[in-house]
């Protein structure tokens, strides 16, 4: 990001536009992760959690981080680097939740290949939510997915710093990003 910029003039209605809507794939992925933890939290591998976010998809806490990171890539400006950061991401999630999947089917057996049958991997189903009325949520979880989170909020500012930097010719872009 330091050696390019994005081909949009950076005070265009489109970069504005294009940045807003990565700041809000980027909240989105902060308040879908939080909630993600809500029902999951200290559960993870020991209870499976069908209800919430879950009986959506299996991965929601991946499928919220792969907003986020379309986000990054929106606030930055660049289809072209959106594009990248999505796929990696995409490659990098989807393995790991292949991985798990095989970890959870050989811990929870039949109700995890049921659940699986009917929730899809990553990219969720909104008209399967269910929930239950109350959850219990464990508050380390929650903070420590807070935590987690930061970097994602961090790099609006970050970007905007460096769409200053830029600005003002500290850092000469060595080629432009569509």
């Known amino acids: 990001m330091i050696l390019t910029q994005p081909?949009?003039?950076?005070?265009?209605?489109?970069?504005?536009?294009t940045e807003t809507v990565g700041l809000a794939l980027v909240i989105l992925a902060v308040f879908g992760r939080l909630w993600s933890i809500l029902y999951i939290g200290s559960k993870k591998n020991r209870e499976l959690v069908t209800t919430g976010p879950y009986s959506m998809t299996r991965n929601p806490l991946y499928f919220f981080s792969l907003c986020g990171l379309a986000g990054i890539g929106l606030i930055?400006?660049?289809?072209?680097?959106?594009?990248?950061?999505?796929?990696?991401?995409?490659i990098v999630f989807y393995y790991t939740a292949r991985r798990e999947a095989?970890?959870?089917?050989?811990?929870f057996g039949a109700a995890y290949e049921a659940y699986a049958r009917r929730t899809p991997l990553i990219v969720p189903y909104p008209w399967r939510y269910q929930s239950?009325?109350?959850?219990?949520?464990?508050?380390?979880?929650?903070?420590?997915?807070?935590?987690?989170?930061?970097?994602?909020?961090?790099?609006?500012?970050?970007?905007?710093?460096?769409?200053?930097?830029?600005a003002i010719g500290y850092f000469t872009p060595l080629l432009q990003l569509p």
């Open 7 to 17: 081909a949009l003039p950076e005070n265009s209605y489109l970069h504005e536009a």
């Open 76 to 90: 930055f400006g660049s289809m072209v680097l959106t594009i990248a950061i999505l796929l990696a991401g995409a």
């Open 102 to 107: 095989s970890y959870l089917k050989s811990t």
């Open 132 to 166: 239950h009325k109350e959850v219990t949520f464990s508050t380390a979880a929650l903070a420590k997915t807070f935590l987690d989170c930061l970097p994602f909020l961090a790099l609006y500012p970050l970007i905007e710093l460096l769409e200053y930097v830029h």
